[in-house]
Structure formats: C-alpha cells, structure tokens
C-alpha cells in the first residue's frame, strides 16, 4: 500500500472507473477521423502562434538591445542608416528567416502526429483515429509495409518539415507569378484553361487536327499533328472589363542547337537537378527532352537496347523538373496562405480543447490558388519488370539527391526487393540472343506498384497512393489495383489526376498482356468515388470541368511500329499541346539477317475489313495451306501462329481433325516442352504448333524444322530470321533421310500487316508486295 501511495501523481493516469472507461471508449469510437483539411488548418495555426510568439520575443530583446547599445553603435558605424533604422531593418531580415523556417505548412504533411499540446485524453483519442486509419483498405498502398516502418517514415517527415528551404526552390519568381509574362513551360501548360474553340476541336469526334512531317535530327523523320486553330482569339472578354487568358496552343518542335552547350535556365530546369546532372546529354536526349519540355505526345519507335538508358535520363530529368515545379508551387502558396491567416486570439487557444470551433472576420480576404488535382499522384511510369522499375529509381535519385544518400528515404528496403540477382539463369554453352539476356537481366517480377513522394529535400519511397507524387508500376500491378468490374475490393481514384504517362520497353508490356494496357487507359481520369484525399478549394478550374485527358502528356517508347500503339496512340491521346511520331522509313529490314538458303514465300489474303481479317486468314489456311502441309513430303512442319488466339483455334481444329501434332505456348510446362521437342525431331508428330509468346520468353532453339508456316507475319521482326535460320543443317536429324533441299517457308499475311511487313522486308518491298497484282511473292537468299 505505501509503495502504492508514493506514485507520483503525473505518473498514474486519472482514476476511472468500469462504466466510465467503457463510455470514453464509446465516445471516441463514434468521433470522426480527421480530415486532411483539418490537419491543414491545425498546422497552419499553430505555426501562426509560433511566430507570433517569436516575435514578441525579439521585439523584446530588440527594445533592450536599442537601449543599451545604440550609443555605441552609433558611434562605430560606417553606414549613414540611422541606428533606429538599422534595427528596423533587422528586425524584418530575422522575420522573414523567421518566417520562412517556420511557417511552412504543406499538404504533405498529412501523416504528422496531432499536437503536442493536447491533453492526454485527445493524444489517446487521436492515436486511435490513426491507427484505425493505417488498419484499414490495403488497396491505397503501394506495397505492403510493416506498421513500425511507417511510424518510422512520420518522423522523418517531421525532420524533413524542420529542415530549412532550398533557396532554389523555395522561392517563385515574380516572371511566374505574372500571367501576362509567363515563359515556364510547365506554367504555361497548367495555368491556364483552355479556350472555348480549343475545347470544340478536341471534343470533337474524330479530333480536328492538322499534320506536318519534318525533319528533326537524330531522330529522324517526324509526324507532328497540333489541333486545328478557329477563328477565335486567344483574350476573349469575360464580363465588362476583366479578361481571362487561355492555354497557348502547341507548337512544332524547333530542333535544339546540339554544337552549342546546353542551357538550361533557357529550359527551366530547376537548379537543384541541374547541379546533379554529371554528364552533358548527347543530340538525341537533348532533341527528346526539347519535345517533352513542350508537353507534347511522343510516341517514339526507335528505343534499342544501346540508346535505352539515354532515353531513361530524359524522361525521368523532364518527370523530376515537373514534379519539383509543382512541389514547389504548392508549398510556396501554403506559405502564402499561412501569412494570409488571421492570428488566434487566446481565447481561441482556450477553447481548443473544448472542440469549440474559431470564428473567422468575413472581411478578411484569404488568397485562392489553384495549383492541385483532385489527388495527389501526378506522373505514371509503367515498366514490365522489376529491374527496370530500379534503374529508373536508381535515375531520379541521382538527379535529385547526388551523393547526398540520406535525402532518399527507404531506399535500402527498395534495393533488396527490387535488386538482388538475376531472376533467370542463362546458360553458359548454347547462349541465348544478346538481346534476350539484356531483357530478362536481373529481377523480372511482373507484378509491383510503388509509390514516391517528393519534398523540397527528400524523396520518400513506399508511400500510398494518395500520399504520393510518382507512381512506378508494371501493367500487371496497376490490373491488380484497379480490378474489374463486379469485384468488390478495387481503387482507380489515384489515376484521376495524371498529368504525366510514361510507358517505357512498350514491346515488353505488348508481350507480357497488351489489355492490361488497354485497361488502365479506359480508368484514366475517372471522376473519383470519394473526396477524401481532395482539397476542393485548391483544385485547378480544368480539373473540375473534367478536362485533364486534354492535358494529360503520354510518352511511349518502343523499338517497334506496331498497329496496336497507333491505334492507342490516336484514340486515348488528346494532348491539347499536340503529338508527335517518329515515322522513319525501313531500308532493309530484317529479311537480311536469313543466310539459310530457303525458298521464301509470301501469299497475300484477299479481306474486305479489319474485322473479317481472322475469319479470311483461317479459311484460306484451312483450305488452301493445310491440306498441303497433311502429306507425307511436308513432315516436320511448324505452325508459327504469332496470336495466342488464333493458336487456341488452330489448336482445337487440330484436335477436331484428329492430325499428328504436338503443341507449345506460354503456359506449357518445362516437361511438356521437352517431351514435343523430342518427338517433333524425331518425326513423331507431323506438325509442331509453335506461338509467339513463348518463343519471346523463352526463345527455344527448336530443331528438326524442314517446312515454316507462319500464320501471320510475326510482331517481332527479328524473330523471322531467327526462325528460318533454324533450319540449317546443324539443327536437321540427318538419319532421317530426309532431303535437305526439299525445305519451305511460307508467310500469310493481308493488307493490315503492312507494318510488320516493313519491319521484315523494308518499306519500299513491302509497299510493292501489297500493292501487287499477284497474290504470291517468292524470294530466296539470292535477291534479298
């Protein structure tokens, strides 16, 4: 009992009884979760009070100072300042630092703890609203996290809340906040709405637009298509006397200057990426990032894998300068906002924690600044693997921090998970294609989202959706967050405010599911379902009318031409700025790559519309090919059929028909694979149906091939070569008996495939083969 009574009083919690504990639980389960507008306003207030209490401070110590020493200052000093004004003009330099130190309240700040000064009651009642809220729907995060590593990740924001401002970015240039003499692109492109004519050409069905091909250095040959201009001026009257600016239209791209050096104030690249950039960009990272510095579409077809990290720098350079801009803008107005706020009186102080809420003078005119979306996430990177996702990360954090390690949070946990070693195994003897061991070097998990906030001095990893500026994600993962219709557990708000779509090895994503793809395009810009993580008086007017498709920029970057990306590309692009494709003609094209010498014959399908293509092209196989191939001289006969749909038909006819085959896609196990392998050398099985995917995944060195038949001409144009060269006579069973010379390869294909026949045959041949009045074209090694 006497140990009992020595408690100290401040140790031991306020007597409670049963009935009392169970009511408080109650209250403070029926009280409403804070909302981010809440939040705002608490850390506006209370850094309101913070420098009114400095103030006070210093103007003490500044009165005692002035009385003891202004003689003597006086006397001393060099400056014809009168000793009253040198003060005066002290105190407004230690206001503004004042000022500037502490006054900074940002929207990012939404996972801060409440404050300090609350009694314990309201620490324990908000302790619970936040852990109710991290207990909740796991569909906003971008990877699970543990809870201790998230509490570790609020008090490194509080630390990075408390570091002084970049003197760089903190501060917005009057030029910017001047709508007559904006020069910014960035400004230019999200300042102001678009005009009434702008907005008819771009709503119209199909969208009013003009062309013009140029010339534009190392990339070659462009297609530049900018939305058709009325007769409408760009200053329209808006009332009597006031007048509203609009968007300024695109523009062609001027090629930049690449014998001079760079400038990049004259781009407005802030300063603090541009003391990170070590190595000064070559003429196609300079001519690619001048086109994504006007915010125009690009659809880019000629990515390699040697011009691939050139191209990484410049969009993750134009991603970051964008991002940083708009932190920066916002965290500028809050600082506005917070001055603009009328100081708490303290009877207002009192009556905190009596919930009481604080009457604010009508006449007081707080600013209004229109600088966000309806959510946070701004820019979207899609990638097909893992590894990609950590170059890109690995890109931005050089851009952004340098060497300066601590300034990018979490990046330990992302190097192992994203990082490690190689997923696959190549072998050492029968090495694969170069190419094929550059793609699926090191982690090739499919399926992963993660999320990065940026800060005027930090890059945060492994934040929530909402909570982030940068999203980094294959078309696997974003499938599996936005879910389909009739599930109940699916979330596509975070994709309704991306001003910046970023799709890099587009090839890669076309192989893995192409309607991932299409599916995240058809949830883009949805109207959100809730309004919890949007601040309505800080969305921009375009946001509200619904018009962020039209200024949505969307980059992809492939190493092939593909119908598929043209058809993405016109329908889902609307880029009120305009968009631009490489249209680069094909010299040679793949074909020269054969040194097997095999009769090559292409037959020409006649069809009538793109949607009658699949049924024309199995009739003519089914009736014409097939019962070619079914005789005794035909063994050993692949079937190359390029879509997997068309593969599960030829396969069911097959079955159907009860012919010799054996089959091998995607999803046939290793056994399976080995097993056709082995009887389709060794004649076995007549036929051998063979897809594209698989042969992109795991690019099988079959043998024993006599006859090809591809289906359709195949996507990837490299793999026509690597096919025939197949049949040369170190894969051949040479105990067969078979004549070597009696070998075939025969191509179908119709007038929709003038693409992939480019690609094989080059531009000039494959527009004389469609254009032909013949149905059947032979070549050989000879005339190539």
Same mark, same amino acid.
């Given at each position: 009992?006497?140990?009992?009574? @020595?408690?100290?009083?401040?140790?031991?919690?306020?007597?409670?009884?049963?009935?009392?504990?169970?009511?408080?639980?109650?209250?403070?389960?029926?009280?409403? !979760?804070? *909302?981010?507008?809440?939040?705002?306003?608490?850390?506006?207030?209370?850094?309101?009070?913070?420098?009114?209490?400095?103030?006070?401070?210093?103007?003490?110590?500044?009165?005692?100072?002035?009385? !003891?020493?202004?003689?003597?200052?006086? &006397?001393?000093?060099?400056?014809?300042?009168?000793?009253?004004?040198?003060?005066?003009?002290?105190?407004?330099?230690?206001?503004?630092?004042?000022?500037?130190?502490?006054?900074?309240?940002?929207?990012?700040?939404?996972?801060?703890?409440?404050?300090?000064?609350?009694?314990?009651?309201?620490?324990?009642?908000?302790?619970?609203? /936040?852990?109710?809220?991290?207990?909740?729907?796991?569909?906003?995060?971008?990877?699970?996290? #543990?809870?201790?590593?998230?509490?570790?990740?609020?008090?490194?924001?509080? #630390?990075?809340?408390?570091?002084?401002? =970049?003197?760089?970015?903190?501060?917005?240039?009057?030029?910017?906040?001047?709508?007559?003499?904006?020069?910014?692109?960035?400004?230019?492109?999200?300042?102001?709405?678009?005009?009434?004519?702008?907005?008819?050409?771009?709503?119209? &069905?199909?969208?009013?637009?003009?062309?013009?091909?140029?010339? $534009?250095?190392?990339?070659?040959?462009?297609?530049?298509?900018?939305?058709?201009?009325?007769?409408?001026?760009?200053?329209?009257?808006?009332?009597?006397?006031?007048?509203?600016?609009?968007?300024? +239209?695109?523009?062609?791209?001027?090629?930049?200057?690449?014998?001079?050096?760079?400038?990049?104030?004259?781009?407005?690249?802030?300063?603090?990426? /541009?003391?990170?950039?070590?190595?000064?960009?070559?003429?196609?990272?300079?001519?690619?990032?001048?086109?994504? @510095?006007?915010?125009?579409?690009?659809?880019?077809?000629?990515?390699?894998?040697?011009?691939?990290?050139?191209?990484?720098?410049?969009?993750?350079?134009?991603?970051?300068?964008?991002?940083?801009?708009?932190?920066?803008?916002?965290?500028?107005?809050?600082?506005?906002?917070? %001055?603009?706020?009328?100081?708490?009186?303290?009877?207002?102080?009192?009556?905190?924690?009596?919930?009481?809420?604080?009457?604010?003078?009508?006449?007081?005119?707080?600013?209004?600044?229109?600088?966000?979306?309806?959510?946070?996430?701004?820019?979207?990177?899609?990638? +097909?693997?893992?590894?990609?996702?950590?170059?890109?990360?690995?890109?931005?954090?050089?851009?952004?921090?340098?060497?300066?390690?601590?300034?990018?949070?979490?990046?330990?946990?992302?190097?192992?998970?994203?990082?490690?070693?190689?997923?696959?195994?190549?072998?050492?003897? @029968?090495?694969?294609?170069? =190419?094929?061991?550059? *793609?699926?070097?090191?982690?090739?998990?499919?399926? $992963?989202?993660?999320?990065?906030?940026?800060?005027?001095?930090?890059?945060?990893?492994?934040?929530?959706?909402?909570?982030?500026?940068?999203?980094?994600?294959?078309?696997?993962?974003?499938?599996?967050?936005?879910?389909?219709?009739?599930?109940?557990?699916?979330?596509?708000?975070?994709?309704?405010?991306?001003?910046?779509?970023?799709?890099?090895?587009?090839?890669?994503?076309?192989?893995?599911?192409?309607?991932?793809?299409?599916?995240?395009? &058809?949830?883009?810009?949805?109207?959100?379902?809730?309004?919890?993580?949007?601040?309505?008086?800080?969305?921009?007017?375009?946001?509200?009318?619904?018009?962020?498709?039209?200024?949505?920029?969307?980059? $992809?970057?492939?190493?092939?031409?593909?119908?598929?990306?043209?058809?993405?590309?016109?329908?889902?692009?609307?880029?009120?700025?305009?968009?631009?494709?490489?249209?680069?003609?094909?010299?040679?094209?793949?074909?020269?790559?054969?040194?097997?010498?095999?009769?090559?014959?292409?037959?020409?399908?006649?069809?009538?519309?793109? &949607?009658?293509?699949?049924? %024309?092209?199995?009739?003519?196989?089914?009736?014409?090919?097939?019962?070619? %191939?079914?005789?005794?001289?035909?063994?050993?006969?692949?079937?190359?059929?390029?879509?997997?749909?068309?593969? /599960?038909?030829?396969?069911?006819?097959?079955?159907?028909?009860?012919?010799?085959?054996?089959?091998?896609?995607?999803?046939?196990?290793?056994?399976?694979?080995?097993?056709?392998?082995?009887?389709?050398?060794?004649?076995?099985?007549?036929?051998?149906?063979?897809?594209?995917?698989?042969?992109?995944?795991?690019?099988?060195?079959?043998?024993?091939?006599?006859?090809?038949?591809?289906?359709?001409?195949? /996507?990837?144009?490299?793999?026509?070569?690597?096919?025939?060269?197949?049949?040369?006579?170190?894969?051949?069973?040479?105990?067969?008996?078979?004549?070597?010379?009696?070998?075939?390869?025969?191509?179908?294909?119709?007038?929709?495939?003038?693409?992939?026949?480019?690609?094989?045959?080059?531009?000039?041949?494959?527009?004389?083969?469609?254009?032909?009045?013949?149905?059947?074209?032979?070549?050989?090694?000879?005339?190539?």
């Amino acid at each position: 009992m006497k140990n009992r009574r @020595n408690v100290p009083k401040s140790k031991k919690g306020p007597f409670r009884t049963k009935g009392m504990k169970k009511k408080l639980k109650k209250q403070q389960a029926n009280r409403p !979760a804070p *909302t981010r507008q809440s939040k705002q306003q608490k850390h506006i207030t209370r850094a309101q009070e913070t420098v009114e209490a400095q103030k006070r401070q210093i103007q003490t110590e500044l009165k005692y100072r002035k009385q !003891a020493n202004a003689p003597l200052e006086y &006397e001393f000093s060099d400056s014809d300042v009168e000793p009253e004004a040198k003060e005066e003009g002290a105190f407004e330099n230690l206001m503004e630092m004042l000022s500037s130190k502490r006054a900074r309240v940002s929207e990012y700040s939404e996972d801060e703890e409440d404050d300090e000064e609350d009694d314990g009651e309201e620490e324990a009642s908000d302790a619970e609203m /936040v852990s109710e809220q991290g207990s909740g729907s796991d569909l906003g995060a971008s990877e699970d996290s #543990e809870a201790g590593e998230e509490e570790d990740s609020v008090v490194e924001e509080d #630390e990075e809340e408390d570091a002084p401002p =970049d003197d760089g970015d903190s501060t917005i240039s009057s030029e910017e906040e001047d709508t007559e003499t904006v020069t910014d692109p960035y400004m230019l492109h999200t300042a102001f709405n678009i005009s009434p004519g702008m907005l008819e050409a771009l709503a119209a &069905e199909p969208v009013s637009l003009e062309g013009k091909a140029m010339p $534009f250095g190392s990339l070659g040959n462009i297609y530049v298509e900018l939305p058709k201009q009325n007769a409408m001026m760009k200053m329209e009257l808006k009332g009597i006397v006031q007048r509203e600016r609009y968007a300024t +239209p695109g523009s062609l791209p001027v090629v930049p200057d690449v014998s001079s050096e760079i400038k990049w104030s004259e781009l407005h690249v802030k300063d603090k990426i /541009v003391r990170n950039i070590t190595e000064t960009p070559n003429a196609m990272q300079r001519e690619v990032f001048t086109i994504l @510095n006007n915010y125009q579409d690009l659809l880019f077809t000629g990515r390699t894998l040697g011009n691939g990290d050139e191209l990484r720098f410049a969009y993750c350079l134009h991603a970051l300068n964008h991002l940083v801009k708009a932190v920066t803008k916002i965290q500028h107005h809050n600082l506005k906002l917070a %001055a603009a706020q009328p100081a708490p009186s303290k009877k207002s102080r009192r009556n905190r924690r009596k919930k009481e809420k604080e009457v604010i003078d009508p006449e007081i005119l707080v600013p209004e600044y229109r600088d966000q979306g309806l959510v946070r996430p701004k820019v979207l990177i899609v990638v +097909p693997f893992r590894h990609s996702a950590l170059k890109i990360v690995n890109q931005l954090k050089e851009l952004f921090a340098g060497d300066n390690a601590k300034a990018v949070n979490n990046y330990k946990r992302f190097a192992e998970e994203y990082g490690g070693e190689d997923t696959l195994v190549f072998p050492q003897i @029968n090495r694969k294609p170069e =190419d094929y061991e550059q *793609t699926f070097a090191g982690n090739i998990d499919d399926n $992963f989202r993660i999320g990065i906030a940026f800060n005027r001095s930090s890059m945060k990893l492994y934040t929530r959706y909402y909570a982030s500026d940068l999203i980094i994600a294959s078309p696997l993962g974003l499938r599996m967050t936005i879910g389909a219709e009739g599930e109940s557990e699916r979330d596509f708000d975070f994709l309704s405010s991306i001003e910046m779509l970023i799709i890099d090895q587009a090839e890669v994503c076309y192989a893995q599911n192409w309607d991932h793809v299409l599916h995240l395009f &058809e949830h883009l810009h949805r109207q959100p379902k809730s309004a919890e993580n949007t601040d309505f008086s800080r969305v921009r007017d375009w946001c509200l009318n619904g018009w962020t498709k039209f200024y949505r920029q969307t980059v $992809f970057l492939s190493s092939l031409e593909l119908p598929e990306y043209r058809s993405l590309f016109n329908k889902h692009c609307q880029n009120y700025r305009g968009k631009i494709r490489t249209v680069n003609r094909v010299t040679h094209g793949s074909i020269r790559h054969v040194v097997v010498r095999v009769p090559q014959s292409f037959q020409r399908i006649e069809v009538t519309s793109l &949607e009658g293509q699949s049924n %024309a092209r199995f009739s003519h196989f089914v009736s014409v090919i097939l019962p070619q %191939a079914r005789s005794l001289t035909m063994a050993r006969c692949l079937i190359y059929v390029p879509s997997y749909f068309d593969f /599960v038909r030829l396969r069911n006819y097959f079955k159907k028909e009860e012919l010799s085959f054996t089959q091998i896609c995607e999803y046939t196990t290793d056994a399976k694979i080995a097993r056709a392998r082995d009887m389709f050398y060794h004649g076995s099985k007549h036929f051998l149906l063979y897809s594209e995917r698989s042969h992109f995944f795991r690019r099988h060195r079959i043998k024993g091939i006599r006859h090809l038949i591809m289906y359709a001409p195949p /996507v990837y144009p490299h793999f026509y070569p690597e096919m025939i060269n197949l049949m040369a006579n170190e894969f051949q069973n040479l105990k067969d008996g078979v004549d070597a010379t009696a070998m075939t390869a025969t191509v179908l294909f119709t007038k929709y495939d003038s693409l992939y026949l480019s690609a094989i045959l080059g531009t000039d041949r494959a527009r004389t083969i469609l254009q032909a009045p013949k149905s059947v074209h032979r070549l050989t090694t000879d005339t190539k």
